[in-house]
Nanobody, 123 residues
Framework: QVQLVESGGGSVQAGGSLRLSCTAS?????MAWFRQAPGREREGVAA????????YYSDSASGRFIISRDSANNTVYLQMNSLKPEDTAMYYC???????????????????WGQGTQVTVSS
């Protein structure tokens, strides 16, 4: 069983930046960030493949967000820049320990989830 501990959410004005952190307690094959706004489905934001270092981004995150990993601390970061009001959501860290052929943002493919951290962007 892998536990994920998130931190770093908060409130910021449009154009500002936030960095989210997610520390895993055990081995993972891929770690990702998802978000869910009220009344909307959970959607993938970015993912990091632990063994290859390959990163994935949603169209809305590409060019503004950066996902990275500190292997020494088994922590994944999501640096969010140029934030927009539409980025407001609960952000969740997710992880999986087994390989699969599913696309990186397949919600049901991730076994482990963090508790979520709120990000609010005001205009």
């Amino acid at each position: 069983q892998v536990q994920l501990v998130e931190s770093g959410g908060g409130s910021v004005q449009a154009g500002g930046s936030l960095r989210l952190s997610c520390t895993a307690s055990g081995y993972t094959w891929r770690m990702a960030w998802f978000r869910q706004a009220p009344g909307r489905e959970r959607e993938g934001v970015a993912a990091f493949s632990i063994t290859t270092g390959i990163t994935y981004y949603s169209d809305s995150a590409s060019g503004r967000f950066i996902i990275s990993r500190d292997s020494a601390n088994n922590t994944v970061y999501l640096q969010m820049n140029s934030l927009k009001p539409e980025d407001t959501a609960m952000y969740y860290c997710a992880a999986k320990s087994l390989t699969s052929s599913y696309k990186w943002d397949q919600v049901t493919d991730y076994r482990y989830w963090g508790q979520g951290t709120q990000v609010t962007v005001s205009s």
